[in-house]
Antibody, heavy 124, light 107 residues
Framework: QVQLQESGPGLVKPSGTLSLTCAVS?????????WNWVRQPPGKGLEWIGE???????NYNVSLKSRVTISIDKSKNQFSLNLISVTAADTAVYYC?????????????????WGRGTLVTVSS | DIQMTQSPSSLSASVGDRVTITCRAS??????LNWYQHKPGKAPKVLIY???SLQSGVPSRFRGSGSGTDFILTIINLQPEDFATYYC?????????FGQGTKVEIK
């Protein structure tokens, strides 16, 4: 079964760039699905960041769209998140997640599986 | 964007209780509604998809209902391992959006 593992720096300076990678194992990133990033700031709820398909199509949360880029590397079976101009408000646990079920929307799809999450703190 | 509003934001309950969490969408989403359980330090886990379909391996004490704009997650006979935060999420349109969460605490 597919497993996901996030990696990247746990500390990023304000105004810097947050870069995370999600390694996919037990399956191919070229499968027909969406590969997602979701985050949870301390004490707050889940926030969808964006997604990428195996063909490179992307969708982003409007609130982050000007700062976020999600990319895919089929040769390494992984996808990545870049978030520029970070502030303390970007401090969060970042999860990568697969969209399972129907890929079109509206559709019966859901996030599963998820990575275990990685805490990124924005601080000088 | 479709706004998802959960209530209550938190509740206290005892083992064996019946717990009800509601989720309201800002527009009709038919039955494109999922429920997740999230425990500290762990990845969220899908419980219910399509408003009422139980994900494989999830205990039958979790039940989902509703359609349109109003949805309910019911936990029957609350167990110690059920103390967690629960989120609804719509799959009707992009961007997918989550409710703000309901924390179920031990009374």
């Amino acid at each position: 079964q597919v497993q996901l593992q996030e990696s990247g720096p746990g500390l990023v300076k304000p105004s810097g760039t947050l870069s995370l990678t999600c390694a996919v194992s037990g399956g191919s990133i070229s499968s027909t699905t969406w590969w997602n990033w979701v985050r949870q700031p301390p004490g707050k709820g889940l926030e969808w960041i964006g997604e990428i398909s195996q063909s490179g199509d992307t969708n982003y949360n409007v609130s982050l769209k000007s700062r976020v880029t999600i990319s895919i590397d089929k040769s390494k079976n992984q996808f990545s998140l870049n978030l520029i101009s970070v502030t303390a408000a970007d401090t969060a646990v970042y999860y990568c997640a697969t969209w399972s079920g129907i890929t079109s929307r509206p559709g019966y799809g859901w996030f599963d599986p998820w990575g275990r999450g990685t805490l990124v703190t924005v601080s000088s | 964007d479709i706004q998802m509003t959960q209530s209550p934001s938190s509740l206290s309950a005892s083992v064996g209780d019946r717990v009800t969490i509601t989720c309201r969408a800002s527009q009709s989403i038919s039955s494109y509604l999922n429920w997740y359980q999230h425990k500290p330090g762990k990845a969220p886990k899908v419980l219910i998809y399509g408003a009422s379909s139980l994900q494989s391996g999830v205990p039958s004490r979790f039940r989902g209902s509703g359609s349109g704009t109003d949805f309910i997650l019911t936990i029957i006979n609350l167990q110690p391992e059920d103390f967690a935060t629960y989120y609804c999420q719509q799959s009707y349109t992009t961007p997918v959006t989550f409710g703000q969460g309901t924390k179920v605490e031990i009374k």
